[in-house]
């Protein structure tokens, strides 16, 4: 265990957030997903996505120079349908990354983006499109660095 640091990142998904690079990508996504062979791989099996975005958050800044830098699969056909884990991501999202809006993608474009990423993290999360894929931002220097 480790001081200030959130008991869901766990060795493996620390290592993984703190090797990823700027402008990478962490696809966090619920256990129905499927994930490409040779993908690397974490699980955090009966753990909510929404637990764990907020555990990757509260280490791993978001992009901010890029229009979008959290992406969210289109449901039903429909980018304005708002489901309750679309609206928890979201929320979730606006607090650690104020104005960072969760972008609505196609289905098939979430799913080639989240095999492309970096790590693809397996929740088990039951709600059908629980997933959400965030990009890597900067930490700025400190002042008078």
């Known amino acids: 265990m480790l001081i200030g640091i959130d008991p869901l990142l766990s060795p493996d998904l620390l290592h993984a957030l703190r090797s990823m690079g700027h402008r990478q990508d962490i ?5 129905n997903f499927p994930c490409e062979p040779g993908a ?4 955090l099996d009966g753990i909510s ?4 975005l907020e555990a990757v958050l509260s ?14 699969m289109i449901a039903h056909d429909d980018p304005e349908e708002i489901l309750p884990v679309f609206a928890d991501f979201a929320e979730i999202v606006d607090r650690h990354s104020p104005g960072t ?5 196609d289905p098939g474009d979430f799913k080639a ?7 693809i993290l397996v929740t088990g999360e039951r709600r059908l499109y629980g997933g959400i894929i965030v990009r890597k931002g900067v930490v700025p220097p400190s002042v008078g660095a």
């Open 40 to 43: 690397r791989v974490i699980r």
């Open 101 to 105: 809006p969760l972008t609505a993608i």
């Open 49 to 52: 996505a929404t637990a764990a």
């Open 27 to 31: 696809a966090i996504v619920d256990a």
């Open 113 to 119: 983006q989240a095999s492309a990423a970096y790590a």
């Open 59 to 72: 280490v791993l800044p978001l992009e901010v120079e890029e229009p979008a830098s959290a992406w969210r």
